[in-house]
């Protein structure tokens, strides 16, 4: 059974950093592209960063050069750095195939407010 184990969420200011963590299990970890996802209140789950097995990275509009995806295969481990957040960052996050295709964890909430 696949499950992702997400963290490092939490209230940060405008402007503020977060790194998440999300370890995945049962999953052939280093061969699959990866993803970090954000569902907003009243809003549908989004893609906003993705690494490839080869550490290629891509990113949604909004995260450009504020976002940095990335991963450690030894660890089953793929984070996402987060610097000058918005308060439009504000979302549970997830991590999961980058297709999206497995069961969703519990997700981390990230809140940026001041």
């Known amino acids: 059974q696949v499950q992702f184990v997400e963290s490092g969420g939490g209230l940060v200011q405008p402007g503020g950093s977060l790194r998440l963590s999300c370890t995945a299990s049962?999953?052939?970890?280093?061969?699959?592209?990866m993803g970090w996802f954000r569902q907003a209140p009243e809003k549908q789950r989004e893609l906003v960063a993705s690494?490839?097995?080869?550490?290629?990275?891509n990113y949604e509009e909004s995260v450009k050069g504020r976002f940095t995806i990335s991963r450690d295969n030894a660890k089953k481990t793929v984070y996402l750095q987060m610097n000058s957040l918005k308060p439009e960052d504000t979302a549970v996050y997830y991590c999961?195939?980058?297709?999206?295709?497995?069961?969703w964890g519990q997700g981390t909430q990230v809140t940026v407010s001041s």
């Open positions: 999961n195939h980058a297709s999206g295709r497995y069961s």
């Open positions: 049962g999953i052939a970890f280093s061969i699959n592209p």
């Open positions: 690494i490839a097995s080869s550490a290629n990275t």
